[in-house]
């Protein structure tokens, strides 16, 4: 929550919201969040916009960096607190005058029971694969306008400023909210054993069984920060080997038993409960172990160095890396692969 939100006198708004560019004309806009939704909205704004500043939570507290390629974006730390005059006091005690300020925070997926209306009654209890909200975090990458980051606590004035936690602080016209997906499951009835906490879904066994109820209840896509259909399909023929018979499930207890050394490693690291899923480069070792459990070939070489090679670039050409590469090899190596289902 920011501080003094409630008397701030400028627009605030959340990415699900945005559309075009244009409404933003010469305004002063702040973004909150530090992922695809904040990078993307943040570059298309900033043609547009008189300036453009993103507050990231993983920025440090006197994040005050100028995009290269950009006359008017920047990141900064979060916003500390807002005045009613419309300013914006940034963590790293910049102050801003502001117009938007725009949460990028992501969105709620609310299954509605009468999608269902043409089952049963037994079958509105079972479990439809779930929709994955994906939060993909990246680090903000070069683009070709001016953006700030800034850390991510912030608080506001009734001034219209806006205060981030570096102690910055901007007039601001729109605060956005870009800050992630939520998992929910209304239509889901699992008396307690399934349950969404801070964006722990669980328990699941990696990710997917629920103990108590498996193998007849199973979720396809909760993992994020992954390559998401190569990890879905692995996931779908590990539910489907279960279902069958072919591959059996470790007893009820091995199960809660493994997933509780997998909350200790992540308390163990520090890392918060909303992190559960968040998988990154471990996605490939998720992925060899699912194969292996549905006696399939793992992840191949080519394509775990693209994905490492792929964030390289986009970090660093946001706007063409999908256009210009280097790794000639890979896509060979690629080619080769794919020809094998082609002859």
Known sequence: MISLISSWP??????????????????????????????????????????????????????????????????????????????????????????????????????????????????????????????????????NGSVTVDDNRVGVNKDGSVVFQNGQTILVDVIMHCTGYKYHFPFLETNGSVTVDDNRVGPLYKHVFPPELAPWLSFIGIPWQVVPFPLFELQSKWIAGVLSGRIMLPSKEDMMEDIKSLYATLEAQGIQKRYTHRMGIAQFEYNDWLATQCGCPGTEEWRKEMYLTTGVRKRAKPETYRDEWEDHHLISQASQDFSLYTH
């Not at 005050?64 to 390629?69: E, R």
């Not at 005058?97 to 509605?112: A, E, P, Q, R």
């Not at 089952?119 to 975090?137: A, D, G, L, V």
Request: net charge neutral; proline share 4%; with cysteine.
């Open 10 to 143: 400028g627009k605030e708004m959340h990415s699900h919201n945005y559309r075009i560019p244009e409404p933003f004309k010469h305004q002063v806009f702040v973004l909150i969040g530090n992922s695809a939704s904040a990078v993307d909205i943040s570059r298309d704004i900033a043609g547009h916009a008189k300036e453009v500043h993103v507050a990231g939570s993983s920025n440090a507290a006197d994040t005050f960096i100028k995009q290269p390629g950009y006359s008017n974006l920047w990141m900064l730390s979060m916003i500390d607190r807002v005045h009613e005059d419309g300013s914006v006091v940034f963590q790293n005690g910049k102050t801003i005058l502001v117009d938007v300020i725009m949460h990028c925070t992501g969105y709620i997926n609310s299954f509605v029971l009468s999608l269902f209306g043409y089952f049963c009654e037994t079958f509105k209890k079972w479990f439809f694969p779930s929709s994955q909200r994906y939060k993909y975090h990246y680090p903000f990458f070069e683009t």
